[in-house]
């Protein structure tokens, strides 16, 4: 959650000065539009060619004007949005109205003299970030009738070239139609995904994240390639009862011990499970061992592995597809349709998880002790609940162990004694002839965090 937040509120504060010093500048530019179109005198100004009849042409000549003009990078984003919800550009219009307005008053300025101003015409290029090139031309025509007055002359207001249309009313509506679609592509997306997982086999899902990752999937490791830690969960996976995993039965599992603080643990395609030392040390008991792998063979039950990772590859190429690698501020908008889209969907998973984690510790010991004690440690390093927890994909730790022990209860499931780690360990090095037993004399000798292979 950290990336989204942490980025979004330095962008909140970006977009809010963009607003702010464009605004200023708006202004700015605005009263010294005013302040130079009243010091020119009346002009008559015409976008046709034909020379007025009440008139004595003393001489002609081609005049322009051309301004380079820079638009805010609020302006910018609202018409970044506007471009993909569809609709008019309005806070795109203001800006090259006040070019247009801006090349009439040089033009002006270069026919002095000049009574009338015909065959208007305007040119405008975008010459990329946010900065506009209008040229207007005419002719300029001096007559027997001289200019006079010093009254503003600008574009008529006809409700095409002008808006008055509130910038962050602008900014507020571009940004809800460009939210909601984003959030309909991600949804309808996500089922897609989620069809597409559920009708891979295991044995085509093997195939295909074989050729992807050869070295994890290709060949399972045979046992003198594994740490006797990862024998031993491999082990433990295995002594569980084949009717009590589920439609995961079909995998051929393996387990791979990743050096790392952090309490965590993954399932892979193909049947790979990831468990952090972190994990292995937070851990005190086997049955709190088993309710985290039998955790993630939910995960493999509800093929959530495959769609986790067909939603984050269509999320990039949708990303990529709609927003290009230059636009930050709308990729990381759209981050958050993808965020809540996914967050209800992560939750389920997690939770069915949960239940495969309970019926798994039941068929293996008879009894669901400490099957949410492993949440239960969780919560008290991630703290109370807040807001973010709402926005994550997990639910909060202490959710999960009330729901857990909910359950239990309503199913009537028996709590017994849970088996030590340790104890459990070192039978599973005797009983496998890794060590004798006179080797367990000096007690904890061999763990889970320090015994190689």
């Known amino acids: 959650m950290e990336d989204l937040f942490l980025p979004g509120i330095a962008l909140t504060i970006l977009i809010g000065i963009a607003y702010i010093t464009g605004r200023l500048a708006d202004g700015a530019h605005e009263r010294a539009l005013r302040r130079d179109e009243a010091l020119l005198p009346h002009q008559y100004l015409d976008s046709g060619d034909a020379v007025p009849d009440d008139i004595t042409l003393h001489d002609s000549k081609l005049v322009t004007g051309k301004v380079v003009i820079a638009e805010d990078r609020f302006r910018n984003l609202l018409a970044r949005l ?28 270069n026919a002095k003299g000049a009574s009338h101003i015909i065959g208007l015409r305007f040119d405008s290029a975008e010459l990329g970030r946010g900065m506009i ?25 006809d409700g095409v070239n002008i808006s008055h249309r509130n910038l962050l009313a602008e900014f507020a509506s571009g940004s809800i139609a460009f939210l909601l679609i984003c959030w309909g592509i991600y949804t309808a997306s996500g089922l897609a ?11 085509e899902e093997v195939a295909i994240w074989s050729e992807l990752e050869p070295g994890l999937i290709a060949e399972h490791r045979e046992d003198y390639e594994r740490s006797l830690p990862e024998r031993y969960l491999l082990d433990l996976v295995n002594s569980i009862p084949k009717e ?44 709190e061992l088993l309710s ?27 990303s990529a597809m709609m927003f290009q690698t230059d636009a930050v501020l709308t990729t990381w ?16 998973q997690e939770l069915d998880a949960d239940d495969w984690s ?28 807040s807001l973010l927890d709402y926005l994550s994909t997990h639910p909060h730790p202490r959710d999960r162990v009330e729901r857990l022990e909910d359950m239990a209860r309503e199913q009537g499931l028996p709590i017994g004694e849970p088996v030590d780690l ?16 006179s080797a367990l004399e000096d007690r904890h000798q061999f763990n889970l965090t320090n015994t190689g292979h």
Do not use: C
């Open 133 to 157: 090139e209008v040229i207007v031309s005419g002719t300029a025509l001096y007559t027997d009738h001289r200019p006079t007055g010093g009254k503003p002359s600008a574009l008529p207001d």
């Open 82 to 109: 506007r471009i993909f919800v569809g609709g008019r550009l309005a806070a795109h219009e203001a800006t090259v109205t006040r070019a247009k307005r801006e090349a009439i008053l040089r033009l002006r300025t």
């Open 333 to 348: 908008a759209a981050s958050w349709p993808k965020l809540l889209a996914d967050r209800d969907y992560s939750r389920s």
């Open 244 to 287: 009590a995993i589920g439609p995961a039965k079909d995998y051929d599992f393996d387990v791979l011990i990743i050096p790392d603080d952090s309490p965590n643990a993954a399932a892979l395609p193909g049947g790979l499970m990831l468990v952090h030392t972190g994990m292995l040390e937070l851990v005190d008991t086997e049955n």
């Open 358 to 385: 309970l019926r798994i510790l039941m068929a293996k010991y008879g009894h669901v002790a400490e099957a949410s004690t492993t949440f239960a440690k969780l919560g008290q390093l991630q703290g109370d609940r």
């Open 422 to 437: 340790q104890i459990a360990f070192e039978n599973f090095l005797v009983r496998t002839g890794e060590i004798p037993a």
């Open 193 to 203: 995904v989620e069809w597409a997982a559920n009708s891979i086999s295991v044995q």
């Open 292 to 318: 985290i792998l039998g955790h993630e063979i939910g995960h493999y039950n509800g093929r959530d592995h495959l769609e986790g990772i067909g939603r984050e590859v269509v999320g990039v190429a949708l």
